[in-house]
């Protein structure tokens, strides 16, 4: 008989079945490990592209912030309402380096046509360099033009410009230190943002790993309590193939394979001895006497069918369940009682040591049956004819052939009247 296992993890599981229950998890664990690893690389991709444009966007803007200051200190100084340069009187920038030696001093003074100072602006703070050419413009009106001021060495560009052309300016316009600390201030901004991304998405994957683990325990439970349910199925299917259905003792199946078997074992155990076939004094021989030995009863019912016919046949399987119980009660624990099939049953004697032990468990069955029987209110009373025969092991002997010789030794009493025994090798 097939047998069926259906289980998970600890559990025995048929491989079919488990890829079938298995595989709904594991592709989700496959998928979700896939986007969390390439979630977590492209994150880390995209910090540091954005970390190199925010620099270089850092540097530019805070480099157009300090010289928009730069500006600022010179107009300080109201240029444009102390002086109006007209077409005969223009100015120009100049710059001069004075070297201490400590610092560096810068001083940026405009002066007219004549060298003369008109105004100037000290920057005393600790700047080390110095070189950039400024839009005039860009310090006070004029009406000069970029052509006429290029007449005088002075030449307009963009800051922004010249700091793309040459990075270095920005140590030169003294903007490293504002930069570098606006960058270091955007990158710890930067870095808890992406702290903050990342437990957010460690938390939804311990939840979603949570959460698979609670689907997997309870897919487990129930497979477990299917197992179970299977295992008493298998069970139930075996006692229903090996146990009558009516008095629920062992059915013709199992009788077949438990002599199978018995014979089985006394040709393991070296006990190899022909059946006796002769009278009873025989048998009580020594040769006999010494060997493993076993009887096998074969109990028909008499007059079986007129009580189905009288009483009905809830009544007859009362009967039947009646005489099992009164069978069994009377054998031996060690010995094997089945029925054979309607009203037939069967009882092997196990270890009988004479003939005499047989001839006691017989009518002890007989004396129990004989007593009246109280079946839905009906007393019935019945009688029963037994054929019984005595074996010893020899390769010749089968199961066909003990149960053929028993159940002809039972015959020959039912044609004797029956409500008796006979043994079929006496």
């Not at 229950?21 to 690893?37: D, Q, V």
Request: glycine share 4%.
């Amino acid at each position: 008989m097939r047998k069926l296992s259906l289980t998970w993890y600890f559990v025995k599981i048929d491989p079919v079945h488990f890829s079938l229950l298995t595989s709904p998890i594991k592709n989700f664990f496959i998928i979700f490990i896939s986007f969390f690893l390439t979630t977590a690389v492209l994150f880390c991709i995209d910090y540091f592209v954005v970390l190199e444009n925010l620099e270089s966007s850092l540097k530019k803007d805070s480099s157009d912030e300090a010289f928009s200051t730069l500006l600022t200190q010179l107009r300080t100084t109201n240029l444009e309402n102390r002086l109006e340069p007209d077409s005969d009187n223009f100015f120009n920038v100049k710059i001069r380096e004075m070297f201490d030696l400590v610092d560096t001093i810068i001083r940026i003074e405009i002066r007219d046509k004549d060298g003369d100072i008109k105004a100037g602006v000290n920057n005393n703070e600790s700047l080390k360099y110095l070189a950039a050419t400024y839009r005039v413009e860009s310090i006070f009106p004029s009406r000069l033009t970029e052509a006429q001021l290029s007449l005088y060495g002075i030449f307009a560009t963009e800051l922004s410009q010249a700091i793309d052309s040459n990075p270095f300016l920005v140590k030169i316009y003294f903007f490293d230190e504002k930069i570098n600390s606006t960058i270091n201030s955007q990158k710890n901004y930067l870095f808890f943002v992406t702290l903050v991304i990342f437990l957010m998405q460690l938390s939804l994957f311990f939840f979603c790993l949570k959460f698979a683990f609670r689907a997997a325990q309870d897919t487990k439970t129930k497979l477990e309590k299917v197992n179970r349910l299977l295992e008493n199925k298998n069970v139930q299917l075996e006692y229903a193939a090996s146990h009558d259905s009516l008095t629920t003792i062992p059915n013709r199946a199992a009788l077949i394979d438990y002599l199978h078997r018995k014979l089985e074992k006394m040709k393991s155990n070296d006990s190899l001895y022909g059946i006796s076939k002769s009278p009873l004094p025989t048998m009580r021989s020594t040769s006999f006497k010494n060997r493993e030995k076993f009887a096998l009863c074969f109990i028909d019912i008499d007059k079986f069918k007129p009580i189905n016919d009288k009483y009905g046949h809830l009544v007859g399987d009362g009967v039947l369940i009646e005489i099992a119980n009164r069978i069994q009660k009377a054998s031996r624990p060690n010995d094997f009682f089945g029925r054979l099939g309607g009203d037939e049953f069967i009882v092997i004697l196990n270890q009988i040591k004479n003939i005499m032990d047989t001839v006691r468990i017989i009518e002890r069955i007989q004396r129990t049956l004989f007593e009246p029987m109280k079946i839905k209110g009906s007393v019935i009373r019945i009688s029963c004819s037994i054929g019984i025969g005595v074996y010893v092991f020899d390769e010749s002997l089968q199961t066909s052939k003990i149960l053929n010789e028993a159940d002809s030794a039972m015959y020959k009493v039912k044609s004797k009247g029956g409500g008796s025994y006979s043994f079929y090798n006496y």
